[in-house]
């Protein structure tokens, strides 16, 4: 249906929901609108209906337990535990799990349930913030080129492993130097050959270096070399799988996750009984967890449980938000994130034991202690298990489970980076993209590809290593350290709870709101400062890079933070009056911020109209255009609780 043009020279503003099928609605004055409606009113589109939904509860569940379960819980957390006092380092894992952890999940799945709304949209809340969704955008984005290049990597060790003998399992080979030794020829019977292996290299690590990345063939990060195809038509597949699983939305990648999300225990669980089983593997389990209390005294492990909470549960990213923002408006994201938070700590922990229990085999099996084969990072993944696998029988089987293991947990995570792109993209411009969802998200992935292509080069392990330390470094931190003061400090802790009582029916405790106010940014403000102290260069295994690529790094993590100053200066600029006055209005939400259908906006979101930014926008509109006045008591009130607000903010 169609509203009838009134006698002014603005378009009327439509608005369809779900009651307006069932009885005419009131005819909202045509000078409520805002210029940058103009032109769009003969569009009739609903805006819910368009935007998709999960199709069940426990596909947003799913979804988030495989992004927040990634590579980071495999290659990460067991090395930092045995590094951080073995056992002792649960101890403030969990403390910071409880203050940074939990709070700051519950509030970004709160920020996107409420709205509906991806990443930038959701600064509807607060225009003055908008640059903090841009430098969502920048930081993701950034982060999609590598991390999807590491999963490229986990698909050629896949295909690699369906052989009947691993690659990286003897010496010999046309990519082998002088310099390697495999443990095969280490042990004749009973007795152990006494070798120095100390300036020795594994077949493994050869293949990795050598073979896979060709690295030799580069001397450093300003030499990238020849592209290797392999690597490239990997990459490229990739990409194809991704997009394939984003095709229709959540609705594609919600069914996708009850494989890609579950399966992973089932490998886990195979690798755990396997290893625990293996002889030494008593070795690796009490390296990784015996308690060395006095770490506990060291301020760097607090700061690197709190580092490993932050990253693993991926709160900054906007995947959290946007999935969140997907949900029905009363989901029950309460209990969701004790559950999603609590299991990816528990999936952390299982993880370690499988992994050092085949490490601790490793380390008998090679005669060298537990702490000599242990690895983080890539070196863990494709270097150390990989030569681990070699040593039990049927090798090519467990690399394989292994490698798949690893291909589940990446693609979770990407098609949370894609999800939060592509979300927050069209939401900013739904009535062009909304229609054309499929064919936007297949330009993100060819650009995302191409601009990846130098990670495949020879020397684009460098190039890989300097996005992975710069671009969701302090500047994530800066994220969400903003987003909390803008939630708590600017929109008022006392709305954000109520808004949360419209959802949930209830308010959030003392815990929440402690953690919010004081405890969340005061930790993560001694975390950006601590990683600021404590900055150190860049380097992949004995290779320090240039100062050129370590200034490139770090321009990578500032501009992300500029952008925050820049969307304040652009909100500023939109709206009128004195610099104060400008910075008030453009601090409050918006006319149209709330829930996105008309029957879930109660209380002060009833009848609110797009295009203002008053701080009384019911008042204001009534008095001056008339034809709302069932409302005004409503609206009295409303106003009476933000000006207690506002009082109260003050003080």
């Not at 029950?332 to 370690?352: E, K």
């Not at 209830?506 to 600021?532: D, E, H, N, Q």
Request: a negative charge; proline letters at 5%; one cysteine or more.
């Amino acid at each position: 249906m169609k509203w009838p043009n009134p006698p002014y020279h603005v378009h009327t503003v439509h608005f369809y929901s779900a009651t307006e099928r069932h009885g005419p609605q009131p005819i909202i004055p045509d000078l409520l609108m805002t210029p940058s409606d103009h032109g769009d009113g003969d569009l009739e589109i609903e805006h819910t209906e368009d935007r998709g939904n999960w199709t069940g509860k426990l596909d947003f569940l799913l979804s988030c337990i495989g992004y927040c379960v990634g590579l980071g819980n495999v290659w990460r957390f067991p090395y930092r535990a045995y590094t951080n006092g073995g056992g002792a380092f649960l101890v403030p894992y969990f403390i910071m799990l409880a203050i940074c952890g939990i709070p700051i999940f519950f509030m970004e799945l709160s920020l996107g349930q409420f709205s509906s709304l991806g990443p930038l949209a959701v600064w509807k809340i607060s225009p003055l913030f908008k640059g903090t969704g841009m430098a969502t955008i920048l930081i993701v984005s950034l982060v999609a080129i590598y991390y999807n290049m590491i999963i490229a990597y986990v698909l050629f060790y896949l295909f690699a492993s369906l052989t009947k003998n691993l690659p990286w399992q003897y010496c010999g080979n046309w990519w082998n130097t002088d310099l390697c030794l495999d443990h095969h020829i280490m042990q004749t019977g009973n007795g152990a050959i006494p070798f120095n292996i100390s300036n020795t290299v594994s077949p493994s690590e050869e293949y990795w270096s050598r073979y896979v990345l060709h690295i030799q063939e580069s001397s450093g990060i300003g030499d990238p070399g020849r592209i290797r195809w392999n690597l490239c038509l990997c990459l490229l597949l990739a990409w194809v799988i991704v997009y394939l699983c984003i095709l229709k939305g959540v609705k594609s990648s919600g069914k996708v996750v009850y494989f890609t999300a579950t399966f992973p225990y089932l490998i886990l669980v195979m690798l755990l009984v396997r290893g625990v089983t293996l002889e030494g593997a008593w070795l690796g389990i009490k390296f990784y967890l015996t308690p060395q209390f006095h770490h506990l005294l060291s301020s760097k492990v607090w700061i690197e449980a709190a580092l490993q909470i932050f990253y693993s549960l991926g709160v900054g990213f906007g995947g959290l938000l946007t999935f969140a923002s997907y949900n029905t408006f009363h989901q029950n994201i309460y209990r969701d994130t004790f559950i999603v938070t609590v299991g990816n700590a528990i999936t952390s922990i299982l993880a370690g034991f499988a992994i050092f229990s085949v490490l601790g085999y490793m380390s008998q099996e090679l005669g060298v202690p537990v702490d000599q084969v242990a690895k983080a990072g890539p070196g863990l993944a494709f270097v150390v298990y990989p030569q681990a696998m070699t040593m039990l029988p049927l090798a090519p089987f467990w690399s394989f489970l292994f490698f798949f293991m690893l291909l589940t947990l990446g693609l979770d995570s990407q098609f949370a980076f894609l999800e939060t792109i592509v979300t927050a993209v069209t939401d900013q411009f739904p009535y062009y993209l909304r229609p054309k969802k499929a064919f936007f998200s297949g330009i993100i992935c060819v650009v995302m590809f191409f601009m990846g292509l130098i990670l495949t080069t020879e020397g684009g392990m460098y190039w890989l290593v300097l996005l992975d330390d710069y671009s969701a470094g302090f500047g994530l931190m800066v994220v969400v350290i903003t987003t909390c003061l803008a939630v708590t400090r600017i929109y008022g802790l006392k709305r954000f709870c109520r808004d949360i009582h419209m959802m949930l029916g209830f308010k959030p405790g003392m815990y929440f709101r402690s953690c919010w106010l004081f405890l969340s940014p005061v930790t993560m403000m001694a975390l950006l400062v601590y990683s600021i102290v404590k900055y150190q260069p860049s380097k992949y295994g004995t290779y320090l890079f240039p100062y050129w690529a370590e200034v490139l790094g770090i321009l990578m993590g500032v501009f992300s933070c500029l952008m925050i100053p820049m969307g304040m200066v652009f909100a500023v600029i939109q709206e009128e009056g004195t610099l104060w006055q400008r910075i008030q209005q453009a601090s409050r939400p918006t006319m149209d911020w709330g829930p996105s259908l008309e029957e879930n906006r109660t209380g002060m979101y009833v009848a609110t109209l797009a295009g203002s930014q008053s701080p009384k926008p019911l008042m204001v509109h009534m008095r001056k255009y008339g034809g709302i006045t069932s409302y005004e008591n409503t609206a009295l009130e409303v106003d009476k609780e933000i000006e207690e607000d506002e009082e109260e903010s003050m003080m």
